[in-house]
């Protein structure tokens, strides 16, 4: 969420506007995400739709050629 701020005409004080996304989310509350140190990027964990996998190929005693 973002909201703006802003310091009030006498400086003694801050006035906040109105909160609003700052990004959408799939899944809603309980994201887990972190903030780089510079703070211009989120990395966010999402899960990944199970169909959406590529398979995994392993060979067994593969020799290569000389």
């Given at each position: 969420m973002a909201a703006p701020v802003k310091l009030t005409p006498d400086g003694q004080s801050l006035e906040t506007g109105t909160p609003a996304a700052l990004f959408p989310l799939p899944g809603g509350a309980g994201q887990q995400y972190a903030v780089s140190s510079?703070?211009?990027?989120?990395?966010?964990n999402l899960a990944v739709d199970e169909g959406a996998a590529s398979p995994i190929t392993l060979i067994l005693n593969w020799k290569p050629k000389p």
């Open positions: 510079d703070g211009q990027r989120f990395l966010v």
